[in-house]
């Protein structure tokens, strides 16, 4: 859905989202009988899923990707990992800890561009 909604117009995104509720509609009727938790979660968050139209179509892509936290999660696998064993949770915390840390003192004066130009 990610790669055919970065190509919708902006005045065309109301008329996609509710044509994308609509099949969700139809999505629901035909699979809640075998998937009823998948599709009342995906029922319950559909307004959040949705909720990036709203915003200017520029700042979309930075809206819906998840790459910043993702590349969190690598950075504490890739520096934990060698370390087989710990200590203790208190020497795994620290770890953690300084790693985003780190993360948070990159960023903390960081501006996205598309949010500056947007605003």
Request: glycine fraction near 0%; aromatic fraction near 12%.
């Amino acid at each position: 859905m990610r790669s055919l909604l970065e190509k919708v117009r902006k005045r065309d995104s109301e008329a996609v989202k509710a044509e994308a509720q609509a099949a969700f509609a139809t999505f629901r009727v035909h699979w809640q009988a075998a998937y009823r938790t998948l599709v009342k979660q995906l029922q319950n968050d559909l307004p959040e899923l949705l909720a990036f139209f709203s915003f200017p179509q520029p700042l979309w892509k930075k809206l819906r990707t998840t790459n910043i936290i993702e590349r969190c999660f690598v950075e504490v696998r890739r520096r934990t990992r060698p370390m087989v064993c710990f200590v203790n949770v208190g020497s795994v915390d620290r770890i953690i800890y300084a790693i985003f840390n780190r993360f948070n003192e990159q960023w903390k004066n960081r501006t996205l561009r598309l949010f500056t130009q947007a605003a």
